[in-house]
């Protein structure tokens, strides 16, 4: 520091993936870690794990479809969380998983879906301004931007999916009314 030694700590982790035939490098360092363990394998390796595991899972080049049936696709139909019906059809015609649309309106922007063993089916999620949606098994994101769109305030705890809302789907509220969404 300044072109002389200190005691500032770094950390680092150097890694290659994948390790059978590499295509990727990556180093990571941390300046200054916090903590008693501020080892590399403890604090800079973790990061790296987090790094190799999202660029390698969307590489098809390194993680290539399966052939099945003579269609390119993946083994397992993913199960899928609520939402938004133009983003869902992108990320599923992208990984190649067949949708069942046929019992929604063109024009319908919520979808619930329902993981069958060779689709993924879409059933609107109808949403009436006047009352709370149902947001159970959205993301965050979605989940969110409906509630704050329809004039609720969002309190949010967790990660991952709605597992629970506070005010009942169906239920009468008021513009600025406080709802609470548990995610898991």
């Given at each position: 520091k300044n072109k002389c030694y200190s005691d500032l700590n770094r950390t680092s982790f150097v890694g290659y993936f994948p390790a059978d035939?590499?295509?990727y490098s990556c180093i990571v360092?941390?300046?200054?870690?916090?903590g008693a363990n501020?080892?590399?394998?403890?604090?800079?390796?973790p990061l790296f794990l987090k790094i190799s595991d999202k660029i390698y899972s969307k590489d098809f080049e390194i993680n290539p479809f399966v052939e099945k049936n003579n269609k390119k696709r993946f083994i397992d139909i993913p199960v899928s969380k609520n939402g938004f019906s133009h983003d869902l059809n992108i990320i599923f015609s992208s990984i190649l998983v067949n949708t069942q649309n046929q019992n929604i309106k063109k024009n319908s922007l919520w979808v619930i879906t329902n993981t069958h063993k060779n689709s993924v089916e879409f059933v609107e999620n109808k949403i009436n301004k006047d009352v709370v949606p149902n947001?159970?098994?959205?993301?965050a994101r979605d989940a969110v931007y409906?509630?704050?769109s329809m004039g609720l305030e969002v309190i949010?705890?967790?990660?991952?999916?709605v597992k629970f809302q506070s005010i009942t789907p169906?239920?009468?509220?008021n513009k600025g009314q406080k709802i609470t969404i548990e995610l898991a």
């Open positions: 035939n590499p295509k360092v941390i300046h200054e870690p916090k501020m080892f590399g394998s403890n604090v800079a390796a947001v159970k098994y959205m993301g409906l509630l704050e949010m705890s967790g990660k991952g999916f169906g239920t009468k509220f």
